[in-house]
T-cell receptor, first 113, second 110 residues
C-alpha cells in the first residue's frame, strides 16, 4: 500500500490564484481529513469526510472547498488564495477498525505571495 | 470545545536520560488518544494509540498512559537517543474529529 499520498509537495501561489491540493489513500478508509499546520499553532481541521459524497466543515473552513466523489480521493480546493493561507497542509485518513488510528500524508507546503 | 495542551513546549535532555512528555485534555469523553512524532519538514508518524478503555500502550522504548478521568496522558521515553529528537504531538478523537496539542519539541544532546 502507498498509504496516504499528497500532491504537490510544494507550491507558490500569487494572491487571488486558485489551486487544488490532491489527496488519495489506497487503504479503503472511509474517514478522511484535511488539516493545516502553522508554526507553533498545532494542526487545525479544515474539512473532513466520513464517506464518499459526505463532507463537513472543521474548525477553519473559510476560503476552502472539498469534494469526495470516491472513497480514495479527497481534494482540497483553494479559491482566491490569500497570504493567510500560507501553511503546510496535511491530509489524513482513518481505518474502519475499532482503533480509529489516523494515517497522515507527507504534506503540501503552500506559500501565497 | 475540546482543548488539548502539551507541556513543556520544548525540552532538551542529554542522551541516555529517561523523560516524560505530558498531554492534557479538557473533555474526558474521548474515543482514543494517539501520540505522533513529527520530524522537521515532514508529516506525522503514529507512535502509539490508546483506546479509551485502555490504560497504557508500549512500543519498544516508548510507553504511553491514559487517565481519562483526570484528562491526562503521558509519553515516557526510556534511554533517550539523539534520533529521538523531533516534535511529539498528542491528539484525542471525540465524535468524528481529532483535536491536536501544539506539541513538545524534544532535543536529545549526544
Amino acid at each position: 500500500n502507498a498509504g496516504v499520498t499528497q500532491t504537490p509537495k510544494f507550491r507558490i501561489l500569487k494572491i487571488g490564484q486558485s489551486m487544488t491540493l490532491q489527496c488519495a489513500q489506497d487503504m479503503n478508509h472511509n474517514y478522511m481529513y484535511w488539516y493545516r499546520q502553522d508554526p507553533g499553532m498545532g494542526l487545525k481541521l479544515i474539512y473532513y469526510s466520513v464517506g464518499a459524497g459526505i463532507t463537513d466543515k472543521g474548525e477553519v473552513p473559510n476560503g476552502y472547498n472539498v469534494s469526495r466523489s470516491t472513497t480514495e480521493d479527497f481534494p482540497l480546493r483553494l479559491e482566491l488564495a490569500a497570504p493567510s493561507q500560507t501553511s503546510v497542509y496535511f491530509c489524513a485518513s482513518i481505518g474502519t477498525g475499532e482503533s480509529y488510528e489516523q494515517y497522515f500524508g507527507p504534506g503540501t507546503r503552500l506559500t501565497v505571495t | 470545545k475540546q482543548e488539548v495542551t502539551q507541556i513543556p513546549a520544548a525540552l532538551s535532555v542529554p542522551e541516555g536520560e529517561n523523560l516524560v512528555l505530558n498531554c492534557s485534555f479538557t473533555d474526558s469523553a474521548i474515543y482514543n488518544l494517539q501520540w505522533f512524532r513529527q520530524d522537521p519538514g515532514k508529516g506525522l508518524t503514529s507512535l502509539l494509540l490508546i483506546q479509551s478503555s485502555q490504560r497504557e500502550q508500549t512500543s519498544g522504548r516508548l510507553n504511553a498512559s491514559l487517565d481519562k478521568s483526570s484528562g491526562r496522558s503521558t509519553l515516557y521515553i526510556a534511554a533517550s537517543q539523539p534520533g529521538d529528537s523531533a516534535t511529539y504531538l498528542c491528539a484525542v478523537i471525540a465524535g468524528n474529529q481529532f483535536y491536536f496539542g501544539t506539541g513538545t519539541s524534544l532535543t536529545v544532546i549526544p
